[in-house]
């Protein structure tokens, strides 16, 4: 019964490919993975210095990297505040789930309280309460909205 499934599937395949126009092995077994050939121009390796840049063009990449940085619209804040969140209902959970559930629990008052449609948890504030797995119980936040509704959270207070 097994067999047949792999059959169907292989005519359903070949169907397909004649449908579209694309040639097809009929000998070949669709399961079998086939390496696909190498061309000549992969086998003939290149000098070192080919492949290096030289200092003008290396300065205009740099250069042109900047730029490309510096046209990024930086993100128009609409909300910004400041929480105290209680992130106890943590400690319901075992030890090894607890610093999970506390990400969570301050993804889940940003949404509410700030009405966004994602939440982007700041690295300092995240390895504030990954740091063990006792996390804070109460961790003040600053929460700031863009015009995307993306909610940005960092700690309030570097310690």
């Excluded at 019964?1 to 169907?15: G, I, P, S, V, Y």
């Excluded at 669709?30 to 000549?40: F, L, N, Q, T």
């Excluded at 506390?102 to 690295?123: F, P």
Aim: proline share 7%; charged share 40%; net charge positive.
């Amino acid at each position: 019964m097994a067999d047949e499934r792999f059959q169907d599937k292989a005519l359903a395949k070949k169907d397909d490919a004649k449908m579209k126009g694309e040639e097809i092995d009929e000998k070949a077994n669709p399961h079998e993975h086939k390496p696909e050939p190498k061309s000549p121009q992969a086998k003939a390796p290149l000098p070192s210095k080919a492949l290096e840049p030289s200092p003008s063009e290396s300065k205009a990449k740099k250069g042109e990297a900047k730029d490309a940085k510096a046209e990024k619209p930086a993100r128009k804040m609409v909300l910004e505040r400041k929480y105290t969140v209680n992130l106890m209902d943590a400690y319901a959970k075992p030890k090894y789930k607890r610093c999970d559930r506390a990400i969570s629990l301050l993804r889940d008052y940003c949404l509410r309280h700030m009405k966004g449609k994602a939440v982007k948890v700041d690295s300092e504030l995240n390895n504030a309460i990954r740091t063990s797995a006792h996390p804070a119980k109460k961790v003040q936040v600053l929460a700031q909205k863009d015009e995307a509704g993306t909610v940005f959270v960092a700690l309030a207070q570097k310690a």
